[in-house]
């Protein structure tokens, strides 16, 4: 099979395309067809080796999947060969096959093409469980979105307006913009225009009820500044390459609550229940995923680049069925 190498560390240049044996599933797994595979900023880390984790060299990259399963080794009811599925992982994901866990696997819905399902797995699960677990936003309040030109930010945009929020995208390009405009935002910043504290408070003179942060940097002391009393700050990553530090006086003096991301922390009640209203939404067509760019395996390093850069609005994709 054909499959993407990260040999050594460094910049998105350094991955190359390689020949590799079929990987074999074992006992609870089972090996997938790759059709698409969508490309998020943990890669460009993990390549980098700037991530959290570290992942030994060489190793194939890729967090995020869809296909169709063509062999399991262990009885299952839960999929069969021939069964379109989703699914992610720390690597793995840039190759033409992949072993995975099947607990880890999720069926793609009748009607979904798997570039969709590529694209819709984890921003839209990281937005959705952010907005509706951690955030709580509820219907007529106001939501800003940093990084809203983003996976995760275009994401957040389009779910928290099905939820019924007003939403103030703040983004770096008129072209990001617009997609958040597009998919519901109410009010569009370009933090790169002017001073962003000021902005929003031109835009939300009584302030927003919570900020979906997955940038940092130096968005995130103002964006929290623009909260009202109690309102909700939420980090969820750190897309700017830098964390920020936030002066605890201002959480003292608004009694704002700040808040992490992280699917483990979630209970297992309100998961089933953010994916399965997540499940309805994709199936409907009532929120879908804004591609940006479709790749093939050949161009990987491209597909990455463009990522790094913050140059993708919304997703980018590697589509594994083109021919070499």
Do not use: W
């Not at 969709?116 to 936003?137: I, N």
């Amino acid at each position: 099979m054909r499959t993407v190498v990260c040999p050594v560390y460094g910049s998105p240049e350094v991955l190359r395309v390689e020949e590799r044996p079929s990987p074999t599933p074992g006992p609870g797994q089972a090996l997938i067809r790759v059709a698409a595979a969508s490309v998020n900023y943990p890669d460009v880390l993990l390549v980098a080796d700037k991530y959290q984790i570290s992942v030994p060299t060489p190793f194939v990259p890729g967090s995020e999947f869809a296909g169709v399963v063509t062999e399991i080794t262990s009885p299952t009811t839960a999929f069969g060969v021939g069964d379109r599925v989703s699914g992610t992982g720390l690597f793995g994901a840039f190759a033409e096959e992949i072993v995975v866990d099947i607990a880890r696997l999720s069926a793609v819905p009748d009607g979904v093409d798997l570039r969709t399902a590529a694209a819709f797995g984890v921003a839209h699960r990281t937005a959705y469980h952010a907005l509706r677990s951690v955030a709580e936003v509820d219907a007529d309040e106001e939501v800003i979105v940093l990084g809203a030109g983003g996976g995760v930010g275009l994401a957040a945009v389009a779910l928290a307006t099905r939820l019924g929020a007003s939403v103030t995208a703040v983004a770096s390009s008129a072209d990001k913009l617009a997609a958040a405009t597009a998919h519901g935002a109410a009010h569009t910043i370009d933090h790169r225009a002017g001073e962003l504290r000021s902005a929003l408070r031109s835009t939300l003179p009584e302030g927003a009820h919570a900020v979906l942060d997955p940038v940092g940097g130096a968005l995130s002391e103002p964006a929290l500044r623009s909260l009202r009393r109690g309102g909700r700050f939420v980090t969820i990553g750190y897309a700017s390459g830098e964390i920020p530090c936030i002066p605890l006086n201002l959480v003292l003096i608004k009694g704002i609550h700040v808040l992490g991301f992280q699917f483990q922390d979630l209970p297992s009640h309100q998961v089933r229940r953010n994916d399965a209203e997540l499940v309805e939404l994709l199936t409907q067509a009532k929120v879908t995923p804004h591609i940006d760019a479709v790749y093939t395996l050949d161009n990987a390093a491209a597909a990455l680049r463009r990522v790094a850069d913050g140059k993708a609005v919304g997703k980018v994709l590697l589509d594994l069925t083109d021919p070499p």
